[in-house]
T-cell receptor, first 106, second 115 residues
Framework: GIQVEQSPPDLILQEGANSTLRCNFS?????LQWFHQNPWGQLINLFY???GTKQNGRLSATTVATERYSLLYISSSQTTDSGVYFC????????FGAGTTVTVRA | DAGVIQSPRHEVTEMGQEVTLRCKPI?????LFWYRQTMMRGLELLIY????????DSGMPEDRFSAKMPNASFSTLKIQPSEPRDSAVYFC?????????????FGNGTRLTVT
């Protein structure tokens, strides 16, 4: 099956800092999603992004499908951004990466 | 839009008991997915349905696990008999028809503990 690799595995940020999370995938995919799993365990849709760039507030994402990667940008991080960020890709089903654990310190 | 609704939120049971997890997908979504999350294996797809029909159950760990979708608004995941290694968070998710053409929406999950 398709392999999804996320980096870095862990990220510690000071409140207000910017960061970039990366997702690499091993084969062509139909689509890609980014999720945030908050400390209560909820999986929240962030972006549904097969290609191009999208922005939602302080978050933005870029997918370059031809080069098999996607980036998630967090700007002016806040403590509420803490949690695990997952990239998930579709070939015939949704496969998840191992996630990046983000800790934002006040 | 009430989102994907799962019940119960938490389930604690003893080894050997039957466990039934329930899911109500978003209205109009006719693709439904069951995922399991553990520290060791991360998020793994157990089974998915399209128009109430199981399409891929290759992720179901063994015969102790079964899933049904009797109608478009309800699905169950049953474990019988349960074992301690089944302890995990089980998520249900739904999407519009056709995998990959619309985003997946997840429920809040059921945290299962088997003692």
């Amino acid at each position: 099956g398709i392999q999804v690799e996320q980096s870095p595995p862990d990220l510690i940020l000071q409140e207000g800092a910017n960061s970039t999370l990366r997702c690499n995938f091993s084969d062509s995919v139909n689509n890609l999603q980014w999720f945030h799993q908050n400390p209560w365990g909820q999986l929240i849709n962030l972006f549904y992004i097969p290609s191009g760039t999208k922005q939602n507030g302080r978050l933005s994402a870029t997918t370059v499908a031809t080069e098999r990667y996607s980036l998630l940008y967090i700007s002016s991080s806040q403590t509420t951004d803490s949690g695990v960020y997952f990239c998930a890709v579709y070939d015939y089903k949704l496969s998840f990466g191992a996630g990046t654990t983000v800790t934002v310190r006040a | 839009d009430a989102g994907v609704i799962q019940s119960p939120r938490h389930e604690v049971t003893e080894m050997g008991q039957e466990v039934t997890l329930r899911c109500k997908p978003i209205s109009g979504h006719n693709s439904l997915f069951w995922y399991r999350q553990t520290m060791m294996r991360g998020l793994e797809l157990l089974i998915y349905f399209n128009n109430n029909v199981p399409i891929d159950d290759s992720g179901m760990p063994e015969d102790r696990f079964s899933a049904k979708m009797p109608n478009a608004s309800f699905s169950t995941l049953k474990i019988q008999p349960s074992e301690p290694r089944d302890s995990a968070v089980y998520f249900c998710a739904s999407s519009l028809p056709g995998t990959g053409v619309s985003p997946l929406h997840f429920g809040n999950g059921t945290r299962l503990t088997v003692t």
